[in-house]
């Protein structure tokens, strides 16, 4: 036993370069194929149960027109082969994180195609000694053994259609040859009614993809907070450390400075987080309003004056009167998000903001720097969750990588569109479009 168990794992084993790397495009894949593996081996463990009372049941309608050997020798394959594939998933379930999910799949797959063509030779074995209506409430019988093969195959669509495929291929086939009048007809709503089941599974499989996904965002949401709160924490405990052993006035200032810099880094990322999460839970506030688009913008950028010229860098303004509708608190968080990052990216030059109404009547908000600029595969990588581009050399504090995803999420919610221009080394433009204000708000 333990030489066969030693020989599938070599059969199973992961190439660990490949798939230990989350980075790689394919790991979603992966790790979806892994969660489908290990829900159906969780199902097979119960099958062989669930065959006895199926076995049994139609013994009890085929006895004893059909001959007792017969029904032996086919009781015996399928259930031997339930057996099968139960074992197979007793050995798979404690060593599925180290197998090869693809292969662990695909034996899967042909282990369900063994065992749909073992109910569905029940159908090629017994209906030609049956009467009509036996023949009848078998045929029932095996197209919902296909339907529950949905459930039983756990949103894995190539299983379904293994199993189910040879389930009603074996229905099917005899059933025209005894009633040849409307062979046609039952061939062609046994298709329908297979391609059906294939939907269904699809359907199931999409929503295990966003489940897996969303667990793995979760994950990489926690593991990067996590760093980057550590980082924060640990420089406030150095500080402390600082005041404890040197509790000169100059020192305490200093560090008091420090310790204030860092609280409102954390407080920052804090609400960032929080506000991520009510946008992408639908329950991020907002009220319509008309306002000044260019009086809102005008006051943003006196807040970052003394920020700027810290930089050696000028704020310069083109800022036409613009009136839009929407959420004032979110279009001032856009904004003060898109200067914030000019004058973190830019070492040297200006940051030039603009509104302008254009001739469809939308209002464009403008930022433009004259910073280090932004390569064309990063542009749309930049508006992700937690990606972060090197600051200049004036600024060394990061942020979370949450400022991007915020603007693009609170400029979809209020049906605006963000677009960015950007050629490395000459900086960069961030746009985002307004739509016309709605003419029944005052």
């Known amino acids: ?96 994180e180290k197998l090869r999910p693809n292969r662990l799949h695909a034996v899967f797959m042909a282990l369900d195609a063994l065992a749909g063509a073992s109910v569905g030779l029940s159908a090629v074995l017994f209906l030609p000694h049956l009467s ?34 040879l389930v009603l291929l074996g229905a099917t086939l005899p059933w025209t040859v005894l009633h040849p009048d409307k062979h046609w007809a039952v061939l ?40 980057d709160l550590r980082q924060p924490l640990h420089a406030l405990s150095l500080y402390g450390a600082v005041l404890v052993s040197h509790p000169s006035d100059r020192t305490l200032q200093e560090t008091r400075r420090n310790i204030d810099h860092i609280v409102r880094d954390l ?60 959420d004032k608190v979110a279009v001032a968080r856009i904004t003060r998000n898109l200067i914030d990052n000019a004058i973190k990216f830019t070492e040297q030059g200006e940051i030039h903001v603009t509104t302008s109404l254009m001739q469809e009547g939308d209002a464009l908000l403008d930022v433009t720097d004259t910073g280090k600029g932004i390569s064309d595969t990063e542009q749309e990588l930049i508006f992700r969750e937690f990606y972060q581009v090197t600051p200049s050399e004036g600024d060394q504090s990061q942020g979370a990588g949450l400022g991007l995803s915020i603007v693009r999420r609170l400029a979809k919610l209020m049906g605006a569109r963000i677009l960015v ?22």
């Open 1 to 96: 036993m333990h030489t066969v168990s030693h020989w599938l794992s070599s059969c199973f084993e992961p190439n660990h370069e490949h798939l230990t790397d989350r980075s790689h495009p394919s790991s979603l894949k992966h790790e979806m194929t892994r969660e489908v593996v290990t829900l159906h081996a969780r199902v097979l463990l119960h099958m062989p149960l669930v065959q006895l009372f199926f076995v049994g049941g139609l013994g009890w309608i085929v006895y004893p027109t059909v001959p007792l050997q017969t029904f032996l020798l086919w009781s015996a394959l399928t259930l031997g082969l339930e057996l099968l594939r139960a074992t197979f998933a007793w050995w798979v379930l404690p060593r599925v």
């Open 132 to 165: 009509f209506v036996s023949q009848a409430l078998i045929e029932i019988i095996l197209f919902s053994i296909a339907a529950a093969g949905v459930s039983v195959a756990v949103s894995s669509r190539y299983m379904t259609a293994a199993y189910s495929f």
């Open 188 to 227: 062609g709503l046994t298709l329908i009614y297979w391609l059906f089941l294939i939907r269904v599974a699809g359907e199931s499989e999409q929503l295990l993809y966003r489940s897996v996904l969303i667990r793995q965002e979760r994950d990489r949401i926690i593991a990067t907070v996590s760093h």
């Open 267 to 326: 407080e920052k990322m804090l609400t960032d987080l929080l506000d991520l999460s009510k946008i992408s839970e639908g329950n991020y506030p907002t009220q319509q309003n008309l306002f000044s688009l260019d009086t809102m913008v005008a006051d943003i950028c006196a807040e970052f004056h003394s920020a700027a010229s810290a930089k050696g860098l000028e704020i310069r303004r083109t800022l036409a009167p613009v009136k839009i509708s929407g």
């Open 421 to 442: 221009k950007s050629v490395l080394g000459q900086g960069s433009s961030f746009q985002v479009w307004f739509p016309p204000p709605n003419g029944n708000l005052q």
